[in-house]
């Protein structure tokens, strides 16, 4: 009879259970709806793809396809590493990447800095909305508008052959310029969309802190270094480990029209290097080992950088 009673109990905080689900399901039904759209596109467009890494192992054929194709392991891998254009392929990618993490980043949250000291809400919103568009140009215009000014017969060096004698400036053929050129495409199109995330962690710094602290007499100087950037360390450092991680990763819309023959030495990036093997070689197995080492690389940095926040006692990524 207990056991009978216990059965019995069980069956039924099994029912209402279920019946709370279903409840909660209901309520929640649009918010699911919502949400749809989203999940579908992740699943879709970036986890159905995985599959996709299979073909870094492989000898791949479209004719045989990705089960009959031949398995070689890691032969795409040990024939990337010995490739003589590994190292400069390297040092370029890296180099590119801490340029854009050196100045691109810090220039975001300057910006922020300097947008949340704005305090007409008039101005504020028209500079912000200035600064956004460039985000919502392609980079074909973005390229195209550098091309007119930094051109070999664009505006600067039609100016400079009138004021030094004739004498050209080559930026867009020149290794010396091609990374500060890329800098500045990068910092005038995404830096003012870049300030959105840091903008909504100024809005939550409580306006108490500014209050007590002009009763203490501190200026706007003193408001930002100890209450502001202390106030957004948290995303700040949450964002920088997000860049880490694509680290190994260089706009290749950017890089690919920016690219010529001329400073090919310093432009060609993995992004590149994946283009010529994989579109224009047909070497899909080997661009796809090579975009697997890109992103595996990415996930330990990644893993690193959040280890030493959280041991400074920071919130991390997880």
């Known amino acids: 009879m207990a056991v009978t009673s216990l059965n019995k109990q069980s069956l039924g905080k099994r029912t209402v259970s279920g019946s709370l689900k279903k409840q909660s399901f209901r309520k929640h039904l649009w918010f699911y709806l919502l949400a749809a759209p989203g999940v579908v596109y992740f699943l879709l467009f970036h986890y159905v793809p995985m599959w996709g890494v299979l073909l870094a192992f492989q000898e791949y054929s479209p004719y045989k396809g990705v089960f009959q194709s031949e ?27 801490f340029y854009n993490l050196f100045f691109y980043f810090p220039f975001t949250i300057l910006l922020s800095l300097l947008l949340n000291e704005v305090r007409s809400t008039l101005v504020k919103r028209f500079v912000q909305t200035v600064v956004y568009l460039p985000h919502f140009v392609s980079w074909v215009i973005i390229v195209g508008i550098t091309f007119i000014f930094f051109g070999p017969s664009g505006v600067l060096n039609h100016y400079f052959e ?9 930026f867009l053929m020149s290794n010396d310029w091609f990374r500060p050129m890329m800098v500045f495409q990068q910092i005038w199109k995404d830096a003012g969309w870049g300030t959105i995330i840091f903008m909504a962690a100024l809005a939550g710094i409580n306006p108490e802190l500014y209050e007590a602290a002009k009763v203490d007499g501190a200026n706007r100087w003193h408001n930002i270094v100890n209450i502001t950037l202390p106030g957004i360390r948290s995303t700040i450092i949450v964002l920088l480990i997000l860049r880490l991680g694509s680290i190994l990763d260089s706009n290749f819309q950017q890089v690919f029209l920016m690219w010529n023959t001329f400073n090919e030495s310093v432009s060609n990036v993995f992004d590149l290097y994946v283009y010529k093997v994989g579109l224009q070689r047909f070497e899909f197995s080997f661009s796809v080992a090579v975009g697997l080492f890109n992103s595996v690389v990415g996930l330990i940095l990644i893993m690193i950088a959040n280890y030493i926040a959280k041991l400074f006692k920071e919130d991390g990524i997880f």
Do not use: C, Y
């Open 71 to 97: 398995w070689v392991g890691f032969d795409h891998f040990i024939r990337f590493f010995k490739d003589p254009a590994f190292f400069e392929l390297l040092k370029n990618t890296l180099l590119l990447s």
């Open 162 to 170: 009138m004021w030094f004698d004739g004498k050209n400036v080559p």
